[in-house]
């Protein structure tokens, strides 16, 4: 079992930033998906940011809307994902959720409130 706790939400003006964190603690062998999707109120979870782990390759993606402004980096060490948010808009507002795949299994976290006001 895998637990997966955010932090790091709140609310911010548009042009500002945040920094999210996600911890992993539990039975964690070999994670083959790290990362971060967000859900709006009335709309579909989406990602925005993840790493894809195949072998000995990693793939990093983001969604086009936070290209450029977000990103994703990992300490394997500490179990810990974070997600550098910068130049926040009002439509980044949402729940951001952490995801760790572990045995084909996916993991989420509670989420943490991202609010940006204009």
């Known amino acids: 079992q895998v637990q997966l706790v955010e932090s790091g939400g709140g609310l911010v003006q548009a042009g500002g930033s945040l920094r999210l964190r996600c911890v992993a603690s539990?039975?964690?062998?070999?994670?083959?998906?790290m990362g971060w999707y967000r859900q709006a109120p009335g709309k579909q979870r989406e990602m925005v940011a993840q790493y894809t782990i195949v072998g000995a390759a990693t793939t990093l993606n983001y969604a086009e809307s936070v290209k450029g402004r977000f990103t994703i980096s990992r300490d394997n060490a500490k179990k810990t994902v974070y997600l550098q948010m910068n130049s926040l808009k009002p439509e980044d507002t949402a729940v951001y959720f952490c995801l760790r795949r572990e045995r084909g299994v996916d993991y989420w976290g509670q989420g943490t409130q991202v609010t940006v006001s204009s």
């Open positions: 539990g039975t964690i062998f070999s994670s083959t998906a």
